[in-house]
C-alpha cells in the first residue's frame, strides 16, 4: 500500500473531507462545505523527514508515516501519558522504536 492509495481511499470515502498539501506533508481534513480554511483534522501523511522531525527516519526508499488525530483521553488510553513536548529537532522521550513498520506509535514529535 502507498501513501497516495490511503490519501486516495479517505478522499473517496469519508464524506466531506478535502486533501490539504503543507509543510512537506499531504492531509486530510473534514471541511463540509469548506468553510474553513483548513478544516478538522484526520489524518496526514509524511514522506521525508523535516528539521524537527526526523525520530521516524523517512528518508528511506519508501517509507512514510501517517498520522491519526486522536483526543488526548484516547492517546492516554492507548499510550499511557502524553509526553513533555521537545526542543526543537529532539525525539520524544518514550519507550518506542520510532522507526518501525506496521506498528501503531506515538509520533516521535509531540504535538498533543
Known amino acids: 500500500m502507498t501513501s497516495n492509495d490511503i490519501l486516495s481511499y479517505c478522499l473517496s470515502n469519508l464524506k466531506d473531507v478535502v486533501l490539504v498539501e503543507s509543510w ?3 492531509g486530510i481534513f473534514y471541511n463540509p462545505g469548506e468553510v474553513l480554511k483548513r478544516g478538522v483534522y484526520v489524518l496526514t501523511v509524511k ?16 517509507v512514510y508515516r ?25 525525539i520524544v522521550k518514550m519507550d518506542y522504536d520510532f522507526t518501525a513498520f506496521d ?8 504535538e498533543i
Do not use: C, H, W
Open 24 to 26: 512537506g506533508e499531504k
Open 47 to 62: 514522506e521525508k523527514d523535516g528539521d524537527n522531525d526526523k525520530g521516524s527516519m523517512l528518508n528511506r526508499n519508501n
Open 66 to 90: 501517517v498520522n491519526i488525530g486522536l483526543r488526548k483521553q484516547t492517546f492516554i488510553k492507548k499510550f499511557g501519558y502524553i509526553p513533555k513536548r521537545p526542543s526543537a529537532g529532539k
Open 103 to 110: 506498528t501503531i506509535i506515538p509520533q516521535s514529535k509531540s
